[in-house]
């Protein structure tokens, strides 16, 4: 018989944030952990998301944990969708039977709080990461992308929920980028699309990052799948980051003659990945993490596997520019830095399926899909 639980202990929440027992060393290799101090900030209540993130814990007869995950709900998502919705994530777990005692759990708590649908997985928004993969399980996870084993798409394929929104990652071998794709384009290049390229430096990356932030909500609020990132939510996710963030890898471009307070025209945000650590670390992020990233930069070696990767976050453009080839002629920017600090490919987060213009980046760049991954939708059962 399998139980589930709610996290009110630092032991529980240490037996929530450990590496899962059950999981093969390949299914741990593969994974992707969260990052700890997120998880710990959703158990306090002093994370950014507005309402209580609460944390489960299944376990069997025995007392042994096989399973985990989080429930809360979000207004803007209920908006989004149209019915009130409660959220899941952080999910894992050892067995069929886990995965249905769990979701047992998350319908009583939806029923409770007088919600219709439950959807996910999520942690703790779509905009930030989840979803299950649901082919390319044999590819392993990168940073702030899903990866999960054949056993949890199963669960869902075959438990009456529906898929929401689906998509797909990326992989960009960056020595195989075609010349035209990997050369850095002119300031004359830029000035014929109506932009001007923004170089941050180490110092102006929080302020090139605020005037992300509206760009960002402009270009993807049409998608099903997202809702507006607030400023609190941004500066959140985005303080982990700076301590990866590589300045040369910002990518941004201003209308030109353009105020520096206006929301840039287009932009790409790439970081170095961590997750070698993170799985080294299972999710801990340290000053002394970022300050070898920084000697390997410095040096232009790559001490480890990872590093010698980089992650594309997120990428977009204004509305009033679209069309006119802003991202396009950012990522030949963005390739050109890449290769040039001796990265060896490019991985790219979960883009929508309806979200074209975002594809077409890796896929002039000879990149090729990874993982398709889907968000999963049901109404309650009680």
């Not at 529906?162 to 794709?181: N, Q």
């Not at 992020?285 to 970022?290: E, H, I, K, Q, V």
């Not at 890796?362 to 889907?374: F, K, S």
Request: aromatic share 8%.
């Amino acid at each position: 018989m399998i139980t589930v639980e709610q996290v009110e202990t630092r032991a529980q929440l240490r037996e929530f944030c450990a590496v899962p027992a059950w999981m093969t060393p390949a299914e741990v290799a593969s994974r992707v952990p969260l990052l700890r101090s997120d998880v710990v900030a959703w158990h306090r209540g002093r994370s950014w998301f507005p309402g209580p993130v609460t944390l489960l814990l299944a376990r069997d007869a025995h007392g042994t944990v096989v399973g985990r995950c989080t429930v809360h709900s979000h207004a803007d998502m209920d908006a989004k969708l149209g019915f009130p919705t409660l959220l899941f994530g952080a999910l894992e777990f050892a067995h069929r039977d886990a995965f249905e005692a769990l979701m047992a759990t998350v319908d009583e708590h939806a029923a409770r709080t007088g919600k219709t649908h439950i959807m996910g997985p999520v942690s703790l928004l779509p905009n930030e990461t989840g979803g299950v993969v649901v082919a390319g399980h044999e590819h392993p996870g990168f940073f702030d992308s899903a990866w999960n084993s054949p056993l949890v798409s199963h669960a869902f394929e075959t438990s009456g929920f529906t898929p929401f929104s689906g998509g797909r990652t990326w992989e960009v071998d960056l020595g195989k980028v075609p010349a035209k794709r990997a050369t850095a384009p002119a300031p004359q290049a830029f000035a014929e699309v109506g932009v001007e390229l923004l170089s941050p430096g180490r110092l102006g990356v929080r302020k090139v990052l605020n005037r992300v932030l509206p760009t960002l909500n402009e270009a993807f609020d049409p998608l099903p799948y997202y809702t507006p990132i607030s400023a609190e939510q941004f500066a959140s996710q985005t303080s982990g980051l700076e301590l990866l963030m590589d300045p040369g890898l910002i990518v941004a471009a201003q209308e030109m003659g353009a105020e520096e307070s206006t929301p840039v025209a287009g932009f790409i945000l790439t970081v170095p990945d961590p997750v070698e650590h993170l799985r080294a670390t299972n999710g801990a992020l340290s000053p002394t993490f970022a300050a070898r990233l920084l000697r390997e930069r410095l040096s232009r070696q790559r001490l480890t596997t990872s590093a010698k990767d980089a992650v594309l976050i997120i990428q977009g453009s204004r509305p009033s520019v679209q069309g006119r080839g802003v991202v396009s002629i950012l990522a030949r920017q963005m390739f050109s830095t890449l290769i040039k600090k001796n990265y060896r490919r490019l991985r790219i987060t979960f883009i929508g399926e309806d979200n074209p213009g975002s594809e077409a980046i890796p896929r002039r760049a000879g990149g090729h899909p990874l993982h398709d991954i889907l968000f999963f939708l049901r109404k309650v059962h009680t």
